[in-house]
């Protein structure tokens, strides 16, 4: 086809514009919307989690349906201490989210194996020369130029997993940072699925981006060696490198990403400062577009560049909380910062991570064992 006419074009099939066409479907289902994607798939190999609290109902309505697994609530494991946080805790599988976008959209709707190379508020051109008219246009395709942020990475290898026999895990844990740290900043994460199948990750962060696959790797199997488990076999994995933002100019970050086009995720800086997770900030960008009665390129770019500076902005505290974790510790001792965090009374723990907190929650985190310096109160 040499040219395509409809109301929205999402370029990008990942986390972020796969909610923003499940949303739009399900709110404007009369108008055209098309998702473009150079993989094969949608939403590529992940797994992705989030707590209970970091969401509202209209959120969580639109990732139920795509929830493979959910426990009562999670732990977190530290030297000092071993708690049971009482959240709900979900998980969402890339092979349910490809599913759920292909039930939901018509199949002319979905662009898989085709690759943007021009983008502009209100047209794409494809590497095959196909161009599409759009009424409007969200850029989805993943980070900016991130060399123009200051930035650490979170890095994470994870398998499931299963065992020549049970387990006796219950609940997910979160944080495991009970192992020796003095290899740097690193945890491992683990999802118990069924009785002898289990999700394990390694996680670390580092001031590099590079990706060790096989030391992550030789991490998981010494994890599951401590509890003495046998791996039968390995299936599902997922590996990735998030930035974790400790500071930048939003305005020339937005801009990196395409001047004039509206953005959505990694590439409008939408994510938790600390943890690098964009899973909340996905859902609630495609409510935001979804409901939008103006699908115009200028009055969507208009609109998200307005919402992720404000959230930028907003964010500033979250920024000095990782520098106070990956750059004024050393990195074996980064992980006393998320102790002190993690001992901390359960609700502000779950505005932390809904990134709600409030004066009275930064004086608590500056207080007595709080992991932040008094000066940090009234900052930002």
């Given at each position: 086809m040499s040219g395509v006419m409809c109301d929205l074009a999402i370029i990008g099939g990942g986390l972020s514009g796969g909610?923003?066409?499940?949303?739009?479907?399900?709110?404007?289902?009369?108008?055209?919307?098309?998702?473009?994607?150079?993989?094969?798939?949608?939403?590529?190999?992940?797994?992705?989690?989030?707590?209970?609290?970091?969401?509202?109902?209209?959120?969580?309505?639109?990732?139920?349906?795509?929830?493979?697994?959910?426990?009562?609530?999670?732990?977190?494991?530290f030297p000092n201490y071993k708690r049971a946080l009482p959240f709900p805790f979900y998980s969402l599988r890339s092979d349910r989210f490809d599913e759920a976008l292909?039930?939901?959209?018509?199949?002319?709707?979905?662009?898989?194996?085709?690759?943007?190379?021009?983008?502009?508020?209100?047209?794409?051109?494809?590497?095959?020369?196909?161009?599409?008219?759009?009424?409007?246009?969200?850029?989805?395709?993943?980070?900016?130029?991130?060399?123009?942020?200051?930035?650490?990475?979170?890095?994470?290898?994870?398998?499931?997993l299963t065992l020549d026999g049970p387990h006796s895990v219950r609940r997910a844990t979160l944080i495991d940072a009970a192992a020796d740290p003095a290899e740097g900043f690193q945890y491992m994460a683990m999802l118990p699925i069924e009785n002898d199948r289990l999700f394990i990750e390694d996680v670390r962060y580092e001031a590099w981006p590079d990706l060790d696959m096989t030391d992550h790797g030789n991490r998981i199997v010494n994890h599951a060696a401590r509890?003495?488990?046998?791996?039968?076999?390995?299936?599902?994995?997922?590996?990735?490198?998030?930035?974790?933002?400790?500071?930048?100019?939003?305005?020339?970050?937005?801009?990196?990403?395409?001047?004039?086009?509206?953005?959505?995720?990694?590439?409008?800086?939408?994510?938790?400062?600390?943890?690098?997770?964009?899973?909340?900030?996905?859902?609630?960008?495609?409510?935001?577009?979804?409901?939008?009665?103006?699908?115009?390129?200028?009055?969507?770019?208009?609109m998200l560049q307005e919402h992720a500076a404000k959230c930028w902005a907003q964010r500033d505290y979250y920024r000095r909380f990782a520098r106070r974790m990956l750059r004024d510790m050393e990195p074996a001792q980064g992980y006393t910062v998320l102790q002190s965090l993690y001992a901390m009374d359960a609700d502000l723990i779950a505005r932390f991570h809904g990134m709600r907190l409030g004066w009275a929650d930064r004086l608590a985190l500056s207080?007595?064992?709080?992991?932040?310096?008094v000066s940090a109160i009234f900052r930002g």
């Open positions: 909610l923003i066409a499940l949303a739009a479907r399900r709110a404007q289902p009369e108008r055209r919307i098309l998702i473009i994607e150079a993989a094969p798939a949608l939403g590529g190999a992940h797994l992705w989690s989030f707590i209970d609290s970091d969401i509202g109902p209209e959120e969580k309505a639109l990732l139920q349906p795509l929830v493979n697994f959910g426990w009562r609530d999670f732990a977190v494991v292909r039930e939901a959209m018509p199949a002319e709707s979905i662009l898989t194996g085709r690759r943007a190379t021009g983008v502009s508020a209100d047209g794409v051109i494809l590497e095959d020369g196909t161009m599409i008219s759009a009424h409007g246009v969200v850029d989805a395709r993943g980070p900016g130029d991130l060399s123009l942020l200051d930035l650490h990475y979170r890095k994470f290898v994870g398998y499931e509890f003495g488990w046998r791996i039968r076999s390995s299936a599902r994995g997922q590996a990735g490198i998030l930035p974790i933002a400790l500071g930048g100019e939003f305005a020339d970050y937005w801009n990196s990403g395409g001047v004039g086009v509206a953005k959505v995720g990694l590439r409008a800086g939408l994510f938790h400062p600390v943890t690098g997770n964009s899973l909340a900030d996905a859902a609630r960008t495609a409510l935001m577009i979804a409901t939008a009665q103006d699908w115009s390129g200028a009055a969507l770019h208009g207080m007595g064992e709080g992991p932040m310096p």
